[in-house]
């Protein structure tokens, strides 16, 4: 039996037995019809954010046309959003809208799921390291936990062979997703690499820039206090590259570096938003910036996002490319066993930019 409302509110171990062990994540927590946050999800006052603020600032992210992705003037659109704004939105990019569509609608079959079922895919139950289903970021090390459930689809080698483990009701819409996007993640690190005079990307390279993947199904639901708490945390993905979709809710906000603004990224139908990772960011030596994004909550609808992480393999050593640092620049970053760099970013709380600081020189 489903917990009342008094009873989330009264016991602080009900919140993570329920939401976290028992499976029903935020989406349980909201579908009880909470008039008021539980105290576990209030961030604490610098961590809150008011959009009301934000919304009115007019500054943008590029929106870049693919559709010739062989003018010059598209690459130099791309690495000049890679250098100042480590984020980008692309259209014309040549994923399948039906694609698009049918792996949103995937999300939300997930989530339609009994708790039952998803847990069946948590950290405690997955018959594969392959498949994780979970809320917030990391629960036991977060003071304040993030108003969002998560189900993270690991790609090591073969994607077919991971996409067997995948649960059924989304699998096929996930796997599709992935393997349109596959020309266009080519293309763009392809485009980023010549930026920084890497004109051969040989096996070796593209094992270390796209090696493994990971496919999340993010659900943000309905929050009855959106002011008080966060969907996602300030952080930087410690991808290569990462290649979101977002639905039409919006809510993504990425950190203006030069102003420290928050700018809201709005969604345009068909477009992927791409973002450059901690990973590439230790790779160009810094020519190529992972910058601060959050997602913030709200009380309105139901929102959900698909973000592909694409990585290195975790057996990868990551360091500055020898074609950016050959003309005696100073390293600014040592080299990190990539699975090292990303343990260290899932022992913690979100914290902004802080995780890339393990790899500074």
Not at 138 to 166: G, M, Q, R, T
């Amino acid at each position: 039996m489903a917990p009342s409302v008094s009873m989330i509110h009264s016991n602080p171990l009900n919140i993570l037995d329920f939401v976290v062990h028992k499976g029903h994540g935020v989406k349980g927590l909201a579908e009880l019809g909470l008039k008021t946050l539980p105290h576990q999800y209030i961030q604490p006052p610098q961590e809150r954010f008011d959009t009301s603020i934000e919304e009115a600032n007019q500054d943008s992210i590029p929106v870049i046309d693919m559709s010739n992705r062989d003018d010059p003037k598209v690459a130099e659109a791309v690495c000049d959003a890679a250098r100042k704004w480590g984020f980008f939105q692309i259209v014309n990019h040549g994923v399948p809208v039906e694609v698009l569509e049918d792996v949103k609608n995937a999300t939300h079959w997930f989530y339609e799921l009994p708790a039952e079922e998803k847990n069946k895919y948590s950290k405690e139950r997955s018959v594969t390291n392959s498949v994780r289903f979970g809320t917030s970021f990391s629960p036991e090390a977060e003071n304040a936990l993030e108003w969002k459930d998560y189900l993270s689809l690991f790609i090591a080698k073969d994607v077919d062979e991971a996409a067997s483990l995948w649960p059924p009701v989304c699998r096929n819409q996930a796997l599709e997703y992935v393997k349109s996007s596959e020309p266009i993640v080519k293309n763009l690190l392809a485009i980023l690499m010549k930026g920084l005079n890497v004109n051969d990307i040989d096996e070796t390279k593209e094992s270390m820039l796209m090696g493994s993947k990971r496919i999340n199904l993010n659900y943000y639901p309905k929050c009855p206090n959106p002011e008080l708490t966060v969907g996602v945390g300030r952080h930087s993905d410690v991808s290569t590259l990462t290649v979101l979709l977002q639905d039409d809710i919006g809510g993504l906000y990425v950190r203006n570096t030069e102003t420290m603004k928050w700018i809201h990224v709005p969604p345009i139908s068909g477009s992927l938003v791409i973002n450059v990772g901690d990973a590439l960011q230790i790779m160009s030596n810094g020519k190529y910036k992972s910058v601060e994004h959050r997602v913030v909550a709200n009380g309105r609808s139901n929102r959900v996002s698909v973000p592909i992480f694409v990585n290195p393999r975790p057996s990868d050593v990551i360091g500055p490319l020898p074609e950016v640092v050959q003309s005696g620049e100073k390293l600014l970053y040592k080299n990190v066993l990539y699975k090292d760099y990303v343990m260290h970013f899932f022992r913690k709380a979100h914290d902004g930019k802080a995780t890339v600081e393990f790899a500074k020189a």
